[in-house]
């Protein structure tokens, strides 16, 4: 593969060297094994989405331009939606996990069994309040109730609707949902309810699939997401902005380095916390360390470096999953922490070549010829923290010893840890500069870039970068989410310099505030953030339906199953929605106009799915000055 296809980070293209000369499997060669005959050439059949092994009657394929169905009778349209629905519930599922997780955490924290505390009291009883529940005067207690309050929730039947939901969305979006049927009961409910619609012989009907999925996507955004996030600040602190240290050169091989990752980020903090303490420095020095240092990785390094800063133990960040291969072969890790998500069934193979541990830390993960593992319970955060550093370093001797890292890769700041509460922090509390800039014009509109990161058509973030670029340069504010918010801070979108790429109106913008023109927003999860803050941003402006204000949302490289179901909630919501690659539906053309010109009829969003970078950022500019005229300003 030529450069561009690899990588847009030259930290990445340097390991990759190293990578093949160690004969090591990759994902690129994977990728382009994976080809017929070029490597983004695959069966046509399942480019489309009209191929389904679901019953024994199968493998199905489905040709809609001659009415050729599944053995069941399925048409192609309801084929593919059926698979899509199947991803979404996927991704909800897993995002609803971790969820359990951090109300599993909180709950233990109050119950004093954990290393954490409540980090921000006043958030706790901001977010009780809006969920209309009696504040009580005991923190203690005020947790508990939340955490009731939100379990129950969680377990509602699909036919009983969501007070969460009720509680927090847009009076106008929740108007719209009932109307459609879209409002959901508990996620759970939910779950059950598309899952047996999936069955062989139940639901064929692509609009109802279609519906289905985003009534799920509802459920996911307000009661995993928001909820989910909203809790991890209470526990963990508010994000608010700094610099962070980010890309390979983070890793420094002298050190004793570890590595939590995947998107959980409890034992990250317990592991950093005990870090910052001197007994453990001084037992990394003693088997010849410069020092311990945790490094955070993918979306669990995303909710780590928006809410601490860094110091001498918490180094910075590596990047996002796509460039875990480089991370593992840059010779510089003495253990890998897995939890739930992103952790590359190839990694055992790595471990063995490059010397370092590697220990699932969630019941969720397993690899192949791994049989250690600390599965995370919070009450047991600290012991097993220690556990794992305790690990890192006995294994620092034998990997300094026998590993020749790969040394001198690129390190650059980046400033992250934006929020609802910090950009209004920076704006004085109020929206209102926000709104005046956009009123006046001196930022067009604002896209929420919520991304993984792929080798489908391109590099590792090429699209990506290529896609904020071409926003900013339009005067369009950029915030950036998940491991495409990895791509920006690693390519330099994120440092207050890249002003200098952006249009004049953003860059003055940027120059009186102090910001880059790419926001660091979080991880993928923050979804229901940015839906929280484009509901007081549409209340602010006198109650705006939400299609009406100038706003898109952007993938540029979505990847995997918890993109499919943000996507959905993104049209549910009412946004243009730029997806890229193109998502397997193209052989379902009814489902394809749905998504791409009736959608508006139905719910105000709308799906665009061009493939070219500059073709992709005009039909956004596009849409927003459509609805700038359309307000007025």
Not at 128 to 149: I, Y
Not at 623 to 633: D, M, N, Q, S, T
């Amino acid at each position: 593969m030529e450069k561009e296809r690899i990588s847009q980070h030259a930290s990445v293209l340097a390991v990759h060297e190293r990578i093949l000369a160690d004969g090591m499997d990759n994902i690129w060669a994977r990728y382009e094994a994976q080809g017929l005959g070029a490597p983004d050439k695959r069966c046509p059949f399942c480019m489309g989405g009209v191929r389904c092994d679901l019953c024994s009657n199968g493998p199905c394929r489905a040709d809609a331009s001659k009415d050729k169905k599944g053995v069941c009778g399925i048409t192609a349209d309801g084929m593919a939606m059926r698979m899509m629905l199947l991803r979404n519930i996927m991704g909800a599922s897993t995002y609803h996990y971790h969820t359990e997780q951090t109300i599993k955490t909180l709950r233990a924290t109050a119950e004093g069994k954990t290393p954490f505390a409540i980090a921000e009291p006043e958030k706790l009883r901001l977010f009780a309040g809006r969920l209309g529940l009696a504040v009580p005067a005991s923190m203690t207690q005020c947790v508990f109730d939340l955490c009731d309050f939100v379990e129950e929730d969680f377990n509602r039947k699909a036919d009983e609707p969501s007070r969460i939901v009720a509680q927090l969305a847009p009076g106008e979006r929740q108007d719209l949902w009932k109307r459609q049927d879209i409002f959901p009961g508990g996620i759970y409910g939910e779950m059950l309810r598309a899952t047996s619609s999936c069955l062989t012989n139940v639901d064929g009907n692509y609009v109802s699939l279609a519906l289905k999925a985003m009534r799920l996507s509802v459920a996911t955004a307000y009661q995993s997401q928001i909820v989910n996030e909203y809790c991890q600040d209470i526990l963990f602190g508010i994000p608010r902005p700094h610099s962070m240290r980010v890309d390979l050169g983070v890793l420094d091989p002298d050190y004793v380095n570890v590595i939590p990752n995947g998107h959980e980020p409890f034992l990250g903090f317990a592991m950093v916390q005990l870090a910052r303490k001197p007994q453990w420095q001084a037992r990394a020095k003693a088997v010849g360390a410069k020092g311990l240092r945790v490094i955070a990785s993918i979306e669990t390094g995303q909710e780590m470096i928006q809410r601490w800063p860094m110091d001498e133990a918490f180094q910075g960040f590596t990047g996002n999953w796509l460039m875990q291969e480089a991370v593992l072969a840059s010779g510089c890790v003495d253990l890998f922490a897995c939890d739930m998500n992103c952790c590359m069934p190839v990694d055992p193979l790595y471990a063995k070549r490059y010397r370092f541990r590697l220990v699932p830390v969630s019941d969720l993960v397993s690899f192949e010829g791994i049989s250690e593992r600390i599965n995370y319970e919070p009450a047991k955060a600290e012991q097993q923290a220690a556990a794992l550093l305790l690990m890192a370093v006995e294994n620092f001797s034998e990997r300094r010893a026998t590993v020749e890292p790969v040394t001198n890769l690129p390190v650059r700041e980046a400033t992250v840890g934006f929020s609802t509460e910090s950009i209004l922090d920076a704006l004085g509390g109020t929206l209102t500069p926000l709104l005046d800039a956009l009123k006046k014009g001196v930022i067009r509109g604002v896209a929420g870039l919520v991304s993984c990161t792929t080798l489908r058509d391109t590099g590792q973030d090429v699209h990506t970068v290529r896609i904020a670029k071409e926003l900013i340069k339009r005067d369009i504010l950029v915030l950036a989410m998940g491991c495409g918010s990895a791509a920006l801070q690693l390519a330099g979108l994120c440092s207050p310099e890249a002003k200098e790429l952006a249009g004049p109106g953003l860059k003055g913008l940027c120059e009186a505030l102090g910001t880059p023109p790419v926001l660091s927003y979080g991880t993928c999860t923050d979804t229901g953030r940015l839906a929280d803050l484009i509901a007081a941003v549409s209340s602010a402006l006198g109650g705006v339906a939400i299609p009406d204000l100038p706003l898109a949302a952007v993938a540029p490289e979505y990847m995997e199953q918890k993109a499919t179901i943000d996507a959905i909630f993104a049209l549910a919501f009412g946004l243009y929605t730029y997806v890229n690659p193109v998502p397997t539906i193209t052989g379902a053309p009814r489902l394809m106009k749905l998504l791409t010109e009736d959608c508006p009829a139905v719910t105000g969003g709308i799906l665009n799915v061009e493939t070219d970078a500059v073709l992709a950022v005009e039909a956004i500019a596009a849409h927003i000055e459509a609805k700038r005229k359309g307000l007025g300003i």
